[in-house]
């Protein structure tokens, strides 16, 4: 439940902020918006395609530090691209590639301990509910500040937070697991 209190948090910055920031950098433009969308696709469709083998190598724990730290560089990325269409764009489009990196790594994570739940559907349930509440506390945080006169591109590095927590997190599963997709006994796990 804490992995996806901290992702809903990155999440208000990183997903609901950014966009905000995009189309304003963007002036705007409906057009260049959806070009810079279409971008990204293209981009992550890409990026899916030739990553996400890493994890099933066995390279959990690096796995995080290459998917968080491009992550977090991404943020920080993005945080400077404020008011810059051009490098908007470039930190928008790596944004569907660090997603390529990023989701891979948590939710391989996060359905190895939902098959070892007591309840598989309690557990998702109370992930769910997690996220709500980071993406909840996320997105009031980033109104409170924007609200009280802060510069969007503060908000937008809010994700650096979530990250952090989840790497500590992710770094003790992977440790805690061998650094691959195996339960608690050892065994690789099913499927």
């Given at each position: 439940m804490l992995l996806f209190v901290a992702d809903g948090w990155v999440a208000a910055g990183y997903v609901f902020v950014w966009q905000i920031a995009l189309f304003v950098s963007l002036d705007?433009?409906?057009?260049?918006?959806?070009?810079?969308?279409a971008f990204a696709a293209l981009v992550g469709a890409i990026g899916g395609l030739t990553l996400?083998?890493?994890?099933?190598?066995?390279?959990?724990?690096?796995?995080?530090?290459?998917?968080?730290?491009?992550f977090a560089l991404i943020v920080a990325l993005r945080a400077f691209a404020t008011g810059n269409a051009t490098i908007a764009v470039?930190?928008?489009?790596?944004?569907?590639?660090?997603?390529?990196?990023?989701?891979?790594?948590?939710?391989?994570?996060?359905?190895?301990?939902?098959?070892?739940?007591p309840c598989t559907l309690r557990f998702h349930v109370a992930t769910e509910g997690g996220w709500d509440v980071g993406g909840a506390t996320g997105l009031l945080a980033a109104a409170l500040a924007t609200g009280l006169g802060g510069a969007l591109w503060a908000s937008i590095l809010q994700p650096l937070a979530g990250?952090?927590?989840?790497?500590?997190?992710?770094?003790?599963?992977y440790a805690n697991?061998?650094?691959?997709?195996?339960?608690?006994i050892g065994k690789p796990a099913a499927g």
């Open positions: 705007e433009s409906l057009l260049a918006y959806g070009g810079a969308l996400g083998r890493h994890i099933d190598a066995g390279h959990g724990k690096q796995a995080v530090w290459y998917a968080f730290g491009t470039l930190a928008n489009a790596l944004g569907a590639f660090g997603a390529c990196l990023y989701i891979p790594t948590l939710m391989t994570a996060v359905y190895t301990m939902a098959k070892h739940s990250v952090a927590a989840i790497i500590i997190m992710l770094r003790r599963y697991s061998g650094g691959s997709v195996v339960d608690v």
